[in-house]
């Protein structure tokens, strides 16, 4: 599965609203898990935060554990 597809098949199963050149411009995302914590970015692109994501599963994957992490869009409101 090459990259493009990979991110199809998650933004699917998530229902993650994609538009034409990714994530609404004026919402930001991170990727978020009680255990994990936040992943300490602000994406404003679905590649951006896909990437994040994808990578924090695989890392967690080496050390043979899994990532709870899951993207959220980052309400106005929220602190850093
Ligand atoms: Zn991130």
């Known amino acids: ?3 493009q597809d990979e991110i199809q098949e998650v933004t ?3 229902g993650i609203d994609i538009e ?3 994530i ?3 919402s930001l995302w991170h990727n978020i898990g009680s255990v994990r ?3 300490g970015h602000k ?3 679905i590649s951006g935060l896909m990437k994040c994501w994808i990578e924090d599963q695989r ?3 080496k050390m043979g554990g899994y990532s709870d992490r899951f ?3 980052i309400k106005w409101d929220e602190e850093e």
Do not use: L, Q
């Open 59 to 61: 890392d967690c994957e």
């Open 12 to 14: 699917e199963i998530y």
């Open 71 to 73: 993207p959220r869009k």
């Open 20 to 22: 034409e050149k990714g």
């Open 1 to 3: 599965m090459n990259k």
């Open 37 to 39: 914590g936040k992943c």
């Open 43 to 45: 994406h404003h692109t």
């Open 24 to 26: 609404s411009r004026m």
